[in-house]
């Protein structure tokens, strides 16, 4: 027999992002707020992160990722946000309705209205296209997290890190509470993902970098025993390790929206938003790592609030109607940009800025033009995987409906 929720507002996921929805929302009285979680339970990504630092605009003091997730979900249980875990969504239906299963059997959704906050994932080793043997510990940091703070297990002892973003850096840090020493970081690019001076923890615990290098092959029978890097110059390099860690090159997790009715941003991976966070259906919403890979649980948190206001204006009846005027795209050098459409200006409730990341490392103008007038121009240094912020204020002059505002980052490339 198949169940039936009815609810005001679904939130499919339990992370951050979708616990600060469920808050504003039920702080803008709204009665039935859902949260929706796969899990066994709700916090998301911060629950397998077993250090600082997480929590310090959310409660005031610096917490460890299990801890946060602990205080998340009592807060969301206090303002009586209804969770329903170890339910998975399996379709979005038009007009915000949900198809889910549970161990007990089908689930159907009749909700108001959808928030998405399904997170992001990392890249997997077939989606890094790494050849060689296919050996047991090649892993990427979600799994390490899991195994050392969850299952209380060691994945390996001594293995090669791949990658240098804010997640790699957690990742050598979830090694070294463990015990786990790390032989080797190992960078594609010419210099770390991670800002400076986060970026010299690897070399302060003695763990080599090695920049400009790339995986050729993973060795071993049974288990990882090497590795072949090849280094900047061409030349090969064996390590000799019992793991490889793949970290970062995060992938929003958008296989709900795929084939559902929404339509699909190529740039970001996730779902086209407005500046409303709101998707082609008007009845779905979006939040968090879902929108872009990827951002600090404390920006998906902030996320999220913003985005449960909204959705309380909208059931109030008080936000502009869904009516795109103005498409925004990617030009030169830029990988993604967030929203991708703007809907009827003039609401002051909407997110704050437009966010862009670009391809490649440059040094130049960063431009948002309609046609050939320039709205906004900033110069200055550009790095990939770096967040990049453009005020919504600033494109909300005079447009044509139906006009596309381009943004571009032309510059000196650096590599």
Known sequence: MTETIATDVAIVGGGPAGIAA??????????????????????????????????????????????????????????GVEIRTGLSVTALRPEARLDATTAAGPVEIAAGRVVLATGARESSRAARLISGDRPVGVITTGTLQHEVHIEKMLPFRCPV????????LSAVATCRKAGIRPVAVVEAADRPTARRPLDLFPRLLGIPMHYRAT????????????????????SMCEIACDGVLLTGRFTPEAALVRPSHLVLDDGSGGP?????????????????????????AGW?????????????????????PCVTTTTIVGGA??????????????????????????????????????????LWRRNGRLLPERRILIPLSALQGPRAAGGTIIIEAAGSGSG
């Open 215 to 234: 995986i050729a092959e993973i060795r071993g029978r049974g288990r990882v025993e090497a590795i072949a890097i090849r280094l900047a110059d061409g």
């Open 272 to 296: 086209v938003i407005d500046q409303f966070g709101r998707c082609s259906d008007p009845s779905y919403f979006a939040a968090g790592n879902l929108l872009r890979p990827i951002e600090t």
């Open 22 to 79: 469920a808050l504003a929302l039920r702080s803008r009285g709204v009665q039935r707020v859902t949260i929706l979680e796969r899990e066994t339970d709700v916090g998301g990504v911060p629950r397998h992160c077993g250090h600082p630092p997480f929590g310090m605009r959310e409660f005031g003091r610096v917490l460890t990722g299990p801890a946060y997730a602990r205080r998340l979900a009592e807060a969301a249980r206090q303002a």
């Open 300 to 320: 998906s948190y902030r996320e999220g609030a913003r985005i449960g206001a909204i959705i309380a204006d909208d059931l109030a009846g008080t936000l502009p």
């Open 161 to 168: 890190i791949v990658g240098t973003e804010l997640v790699s």
């Open 333 to 374: 050098n830029v990988k993604l940009v967030v929203p991708q459409r703007l809907s009827a200006s003039g609401h002051t409730g909407s997110l704050d800025s437009l966010q862009i990341r670009v391809e490649a490392a440059t040094t130049g103008p960063l431009v948002a033009r309609d046609g050939s007038q320039v």
